[in-house]
């Protein structure tokens, strides 16, 4: 077996956005194209030779090339060992337990989460780092930099490995490892949870479940939790069988994609407890019957009952939310007097404030929940967690969501997404918004009276380093908000996300329809963002 070195030229599109580098299958099946983007994160992390990396993806369509083409580049550059989950899968939550678990040096995972896959689709890589996390700004912007004036990489002349047996073997001089990619997961989620007492309850008879994997990772990881060990009926885990195209769906567990699930849990005779996950099984969705959690809610419910779950039962440090996500969160934090810190969207910027111990619980709008047993937001873990409360109260989860709403009062929340416009008038828009900046604060619309208005730049509390343009906010008076921002992990054109939050103290109004409820506010983003003519459209893509 003899080291390749192929001479190459940068491409100039490897920028990593909010969640690694995503782009179409076909981007990174051009020659050279992942070859690249992987020398370009050995050459750029310092030490990492003899290290050990883990590697793993959601299933999609190229998951199991690259992950041949990840190994012999290895190889090459010198790693000492590589933890590939078998069958070339691993959920990216369950790739932070493994880099965690072995002291890793990080690992690299293969995803574009919940865009779609196969061959029309869309494929992904994410690094990670030694604490399990999203690598942080200075490290993705030194992959980028290496990116742009590559001119070789190293490969491992080799035939392909078999990745679909448990075991160890030589490539080259590095070790292979490959791992069953539950076994450590389950044994985490056994260390947080009361498995005994969620047992009881799944089994008790009076108690059903639907979890949807859509046809993605998390399908092995549901069915071994769900039904193998807490005594779940078989059948419980809908579309378990990670498939390349996950089906003809787009793997993104809302109430618009999860269908399968949603048609059960609005039918007659639904199930107790909905829940589904997305391509790499970080985000999540919780529905109750004929109800869902908006997962701004859910981040502070599960901070209101944290007490009531073994892992959790000693207190929170703190809690963080991304910007954008609904500050209901904030409210119980402030009972609990506990900090509640505000960060630019992804997962990456809460991986200094859980390194050092200030926050306990995180999450973000956009269905990620998750704390500081890992470094990325997990999917099966939320799901656990209502479990938890849920075999600990004995409510439903409509009640448990109302009584939260009775005692805080309520923040209707929601994001619309314009897709796939032309970028140059979406940074129309964004200009045309900021514009207005030094107008908007006191002018009235109706009964909101603009309080704030500004780009939102986060300076890290840990390590100081400062992330500007975040998200354009207003902010009214009686804390409700509109933001305003371009989407980091779109393929095509450009994604404007509008976040619409108003609270309502009164319980009378709590059944009111959220976009009802958020009527005026979205009339309002409308005056100020010219929504409608920058974009072309009547109405959002997807609401969620
Ligand atoms: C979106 C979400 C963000 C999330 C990111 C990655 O980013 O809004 O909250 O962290 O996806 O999640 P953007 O830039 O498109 O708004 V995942 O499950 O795609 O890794
Ligand atoms: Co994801």
Redesign the pocket.
């Given at each position: 077996m003899s080291i390749q070195v192929v001479l190459t030229q940068p491409f100039t599109d490897q920028k990593p956005?909010?969640?690694g580098l995503r782009k179409p299958v076909r981007v990174f099946q051009q020659p050279n194209y992942l070859e690249n983007f992987i020398q370009s994160i050995f050459d750029s992390q310092e030490g990492i030779g003899g290290k050990t990396l883990v590697l793993g993806g959601d299933g999609r369509y190229y998951n199991r090339q690259a992950i041949q083409t990840i190994l012999k580049m290895a190889a090459a550059n010198g790693i000492g060992r590589v933890l590939v989950g078998c069958g070339g899968l691993l959920s990216?939550p369950a790739t932070s337990c493994i880099i965690r678990e072995n002291k890793a040096y990080g690992g690299i995972i293969l995803?574009a989460?919940?865009n779609p896959g196969g061959p029309d689709g869309d494929f992904g890589v994410k690094f990670n780092i030694s604490n399990g996390g999203p690598a942080p700004e200075k490290v993705t912007e030194a992959i980028y930099a290496r990116s742009r004036e590559i001119q070789r990489y190293q490969i491992l002349q080799a035939a392909d490995v078999n990745i679909d047996r448990i075991g160890s073997f030589k490539l080259g001089t590095m070790d292979v490892e490959v791992m069953d990619p539950v076994a450590s997961y389950l044994k985490l989620m056994e260390s947080l949870f009361d498995f005994d007492r969620i047992k009881d309850l799944l089994t008790s008879g009076n108690f059903s479940m639907c979890m949807d994997s859509m046809h993605a990772v998390t399908g092995p990881y549901a069915k071994r939790i769900f039904e193998e060990t807490l005594g779940a009926q078989p059948g419980t885990v809908i579309n378990g069988e990670p498939l390349e195209d996950f089906g003809g769906g787009h793997p993104d567990p809302n109430l618009v994609y999860a269908k399968a699930l949603v048609e059960k849990m609005f039918a007659d005779e639904a199930p107790d407890f909905g829940a589904a996950s997305?391509g790499?099984g970080?985000?999540n969705m919780i529905l109750g019957r004929k109800f869902f959690v908006t997962p701004s809610d859910s981040l502070a419910i599960l901070t209101a009952n944290a007490h009531l779950v073994p892992g959790y039962k000693d207190g929170l440090k703190g809690v963080a939310r991304?910007m954008p996500t609904s500050s209901a969160v904030d409210r119980v934090a402030q009972k609990l007097g506990i900090d509640c810190y505000e960060t630019p969207?992804?997962?990456k910027f809460f991986g200094n404030l859980l390194d050092a111990d200030k926050v306990t619980l995180c999450g973000?709008?956009?269905f990620?929940t998750g704390s500081n047993h890992i470094r990325e937001?997990d999917g099966l873990w939320a799901i656990l967690f209502w479990l938890n409360i849920i075999a600990v109260r004995r409510q439903s989860v409509e009640e448990i969501v109302k009584a939260h709403w009775q005692e805080y009062g309520r923040n209707f929340y929601s994001r619309h997404d314009y897709e796939e416009v032309d970028p140059t008038r979406a940074a129309e828009l964004v200009e045309y918004v900021r514009s207005q900046f030094s107008s908007l604060p006191g002018r009235q619309f109706g009964k909101y009276t603009v309080a704030l208005a500004d780009d939102f730049c986060y300076t890290d509390p840990v390590d100081g380093s400062v992330s500007k343009n975040q998200g354009l906010r207003i902010v009214f008076t009686d804390g409700s908000r509109i933001v305003f921002?371009l989407?980091?992990?779109?393929t095509k054109g450009a994604?404007i996300?509008v976040y619409l939050e108003s609270y309502e103290p009164d319980a009378n109004k709590h059944h009111l329809d959220t976009q009802l409820a958020l009527k005026h506010l979205i009339a309002i983003a409308e005056e100020i963002a010219q929504i409608k003519k920058f974009t072309g459209m009547d109405a959002p893509t997807v609401i969620t």
């Open positions: 956005g909010t969640s990216t995803s989460s919940h997305d790499d970080d985000r991304s969207t992804g997962w973000e709008e956009s990620g937001k921002r989407s980091g992990t779109g994604t996300r």
